[in-house]
C-alpha cells in the first residue's frame, strides 16, 4: 500500500496530538543558521548535538557539534567540524558511527552539485576516521544494530530505481562490508510512497519486540513547486520485509513561526532524532524551514508497536 501527503495528513489532523514546540537557541556560529540537528548523544560524558551550519544564501555547510549551557547550545571546545551537511549518528557494537552529507562538482552539468552520504567510526568524535562511502546521488543511508548482531541498512535511491526516492533495506554482517555496490543494491520496501512524493529514512530505533522504529520524513512538490516535508514514522519487520502503516507525527504549523531559507522551504520539517522519554512521552528533534532547529514533546509514537509480540533482542 502506498501512502500519501495527503491521507496521512488527515489522519493526522483527525487526531492530532499535544505538541509543545519550542525554538533551540544557537550560539557561536557568527550570522551562519543552525539547522538538521541530531537529537542530543553522549560523547566522553557529555551531551552534544551535531548541527548543519550554514549560510543563509549558500548550500556549503559544516557540522558543527555543540554543548549546552544556561539554556543555551554553543560549539564544543576543542572538537573537530566536518564538512558536511544534514549530520545522524547511530552505535554499532559500542562504537559511534557518524555520517552526513558531502557535496562535490556534479562530474557531468558543470557549475552543479552532486552529493553523496559518508560515514566515519570511532570511539569518541575525535577519534573518528571515514571509513565507506555511499553511492554518489544518495543521501538518507542509515544504520541500526539488530538483535542478531547484523547490521540493518536502509537506503534511498532516486532514479530509475527509486523515483523521486524511495527507501530500500538490505543487511550486511559487519562494517566492513558498508559498499556503494551493497547500498546499490539493496531492495525496496514494498511500495510505501507514490510516485509523485518522496521520503527517507533519518533516525532507526531497535524496538523491544526486535522490530525497527523508523523516523522518516514524506515529502511532495505543490502545484507552484513549494516544498512540503513532514516528520513521519513507520516500523519494519526485518524478518518479513513487512512495513507498518506510517504516520506523521507533527507539522510546520505545530512549531513557533520563523524564517526560511527559501519561499519554498517555508513548510519544511526534517525529521533529525527522537529521544524516547520514562513517562512515554518523547522529544522529536528537527531543522525547521532550512534555517533553524526546534524541539518538541509529543507522545512517543512507537509505544504501541511494542506491544506486539516481543523478541528476545536489545532495548532501545
Known amino acids: 500500500m502506498a501512502f500519501t501527503v495527503q491521507s496521512l495528513l488527515e489522519d493526522y489532523q483527525s487526531s492530532k496530538p499535544d505538541i509543545r514546540a519550542e525554538k533551540i537557541t544557537f550560539t557561536g556560529v557568527g550570522e551562519k543558521d543552525v539547522y538538521n540537528i541530531t537529537a ?30 544556561d539554556g543555551v547550545w554553543k560549539p564544543r571546545k576543542d572538537t573537530k567540524t566536518y564538512a558536511l551537511q544534514d549530520p545522524f549518528f547511530t552505535r554499532i557494537d559500542g562504537e559511534l558511527v557518524f555520517g552526513g552529507v558531502e557535496i562535490f562538482p556534479h562530474p557531468t552539468h558543470e557549475g552543479a552539485l552532486s552529493w553523496r552520504t559518508v560515514f566515519y567510526r570511532g570511539s569518541t568524535i575525535n577519534e573518528l576516521e571515514r571509513f565507506a562511502t555511499g553511492p554518489n546521488g544518495m543521501k538518507d543511508i542509515r544504520l541500526i544494530e539488530l538483535a542478531n548482531g547484523k547490521i540493518g541498512v536502509f537506503t534511498r535511491p532516486q532514479g530509475e530505481k527509486g523515483g523521486r526516492g524511495k527507501i530500500g533495506y538490505t543487511e550486511i554482517a559487519s562494517l566492513e562490508e558498508l559498499t556503494p555496490e551493497v547500498i546499490d543494491k539493496a531492495p525496496l520496501i514494498d511500495s510505501h510512497f507514490i510516485d509523485e512524493e518522496w521520503g527517507g529514512a533519518n533516525e532507526v530505533h531497535l524496538l523491544k519486540n526486535g522490530k525497527i522504529g523508523v523516523l522518516g520524513h514524506i515529502a511532495k512538490f505543490d502545484e507552484n513547486g513549494d516544498r512540503h516535508y513532514y516528520p513521519m514514522v513507520f516500523t519494519y519487520d526485518p524478518d518479513t520485509s513487512e512495513i507498518s502503516d506510517m504516520e506523521i507525527i507533527a507539522t510546520r504549523a505545530d512549531f513557533p513561526d520563523g524564517p526560511a531559507k527559501r519561499d519554498d522551504l517555508q513548510d519544511v520539517l526534517f525529521s533529525g532524532g527522537l529521544v524516547c522519554l520514562e513517562d512515554g512521552q518523547a522529544e522529536l528533534y528537527v531543522g525547521v524551514s532550512d534555517a533553524e532547529a526546534h524541539k518538541a514533546i509529543l507522545p512517543d509514537p512507537f509505544i504501541k508497536y511494542e506491544k506486539e509480540s516481543i523478541r528476545k533482542g536489545k532495548e532501545r
Open 40 to 69: 542530543p548523544f553522549e560523547d566522553e560524558g557529555e551531551l552534544v548535538i551535531a548541527g548543519r551550519v550554514e549560510g543563509r544564501d549558500t548550500e556549503h555547510s559544516d557540522v558543527v557539534f555543540f554543548v549546552e549551557e
